[in-house]
């Protein structure tokens, strides 16, 4: 018999058939044990055997006993369960959310104001729940979603992108994101508490990318506003936006979620004026059918937790410190 087989294939239920024939001594007594005949347990042995390319049983007076390779292919057949019994568990585990894969794509100030702490709460409660990050724009991130790359994304409403019917997705709404006023701190309207925009019309204006969403708020708050803004800058980057505000270059809108750290010295930040502020609506989406996924739902839950809590102290957040350096317009 050949010492290996090309095809290196293993039978579980033959290998516990091997591993009873050890414990009971006899063929017979592994029949009776396992309700089978002593033919059908010579036949389980003798194509594993030859499924593996090596003796299994070796003639003993009356009877066999167990080769050397037989004690050898049951120790690992020990681990092997061991392994078996793992993954049951772990199975379990996943129906009930406690373990999984995942892949998020987000907007960059989704990912610090409100992934994060969603990954923080998890690694908490559900530690065995690998995620992992990616910061994407849409479409792109939809487009990833769509093929199955991401398992979630987490993005603002925007022109042209999904709406909120859209049978391809189902939505968690998160929050309202809303832009407050940069201005330069010797700017004769700093001091006030609120800033008309109209009142910026004639300033020269800094502002998102030009493919950027969040431009797209900004100018439509400009126009309601009643005016065009006089675009002088545009960066991709909320603190390029915030310091060349400082170095009086501009003015700009800024959404909250990028003020989480501190501000470059020489910017004051205001409301705008009136009852209708500008702001984004930020959601997450998955593939429709998969928001009930035992690992999703757990994900889902936690960002809108995040989503409340940054909500909750949105007061504070109206005068915030400023965006960490290196934030990009997201």
Known sequence: MESFSGAFTIDIRRLRVLRELRQRGTVAATARALALTPSAISQQLSALSRELGVPLLAPQGRGVRLTPQAQILLDHAAAVDAQLERARADLAAFEEGAVGRLSVGAIGTAISGLVAPALESLRQHRPRLSIS???LDPPESFSLL???????????????????????????????DYLVVALPARHPLAGRRRVDLLALAGERWIVGAARGHCREVGLAACAAAGFTPDIAHRVDDWNALLRLVAAGSGVGLVPLLALAGRRPDGVVLRQPAGPQRPCRHLYAAVRAGAERSPSLLPLLAALQEAARARMEGSAALSRPAGPPAGRRAG
């Open 133 to 135: 990050v990616e910061e």
């Open 146 to 176: 769509d093929r199955g790359d991401l398992d979630a994304v987490v993005a603002v409403d925007y022109r042209g992108g999904p709406t909120r019917g859209d049978g391809r997705y189902s939505r968690r709404e998160l929050m309202d």
